[in-house]
């Protein structure tokens, strides 16, 4: 059974945040921001998961090799969520929490994300190959340490933001003269930095991991810094 406490639902998650936040959420505002990768939502699994691998007869399709029958909870990837709700099916596959496993040494918490997945039997292969797995968003569940990080990450935002419109008296604000002065200390010219090449880490991102800030507030103070002028590319 799923752990009473551990879980929120839709709707007691738009009450928690509300609650924390003082901004008023319903249903599709959860899962909108579940959709751009804020919170986890999960459902609970109760069943056998199979790990696959190539190939059948030389055809390049995978073929059933290992078995993992446990009771949890597992993920429902962010692409297959809409704010509409209903039902949606997934085959890839990455564990929450394993409640109880069913055989000794058949932890499925041992394998990379997205080896395992569901089955059918395909008679032209005469073998269990893979099938999607099906839950419905507005029975989804979501962990409360995802929702207590997603609360934290937005007061963190809302701190810094009021440090710019207060606490700091230059026109970069709080966060914007941290960035500057980090791209200095860094050996970067403000106003003549090196432009993104494919493939490579940029500056942005080099500067936003030394300073361990929250994205979505480091992207708009940067984005602000190029529109005031204060920071500028290279021109390629």
Request: aromatic letters at 10%.
């Amino acid at each position: 059974m799923m752990l009473k406490g551990d879980y929120y639902t839709i709707a007691e998650a738009a009450e928690f945040i509300a609650s924390k936040t003082g901004k008023k959420k319903n249903n599709q505002d959860v899962l909108l921001d579940a959709k751009k990768g804020e919170i986890c939502l999960c459902t609970w699994f109760d069943g056998t998961l199979y790990k696959f691998n190539q190939d059948i007869k030389g055809t390049g399709k995978l073929q059933s090799i290992d078995d993992y029958k446990f009771s949890g909870y597992i993920q429902i990837p962010k692409t297959r969520i809409t704010p509409e709700g209903g039902m949606i099916q997934f085959g890839s596959i990455t564990i929450i929490e394993v409640v109880d496993i069913w055989a000794k040494n058949r932890d499925p918490r041992t394998l990379d994300d997205n080896e395992l997945s569901d089955r059918y039997f395909d008679s032209q292969y005469n073998s269990y190959l893979p099938y999607n797995l099906f839950a419905d968003l507005e029975k989804a569940l979501i962990p409360e340490k995802d929702l207590k990080d997603y609360i934290d990450a937005h007061k963190a935002e809302r701190s810094l933001i009021n440090n710019e419109s207060s606490a700091s008296t230059s026109k970069a604000g709080a966060m914007g003269d941290a960035i500057i002065g980090c791209l200095r200390s860094n050996k970067y010219d403000p106003l003549r930095l090196p432009p993104y090449k494919n493939g490579f880490a940029g500056v942005k991102a080099d500067i936003r991991t030394k300073l361990s800030v929250n994205e979505r507030s480091f992207n708009q103070v940067w984005q602000k810094l190029l529109d005031e002028k204060l920071i500028s590319y290279i021109p390629e």
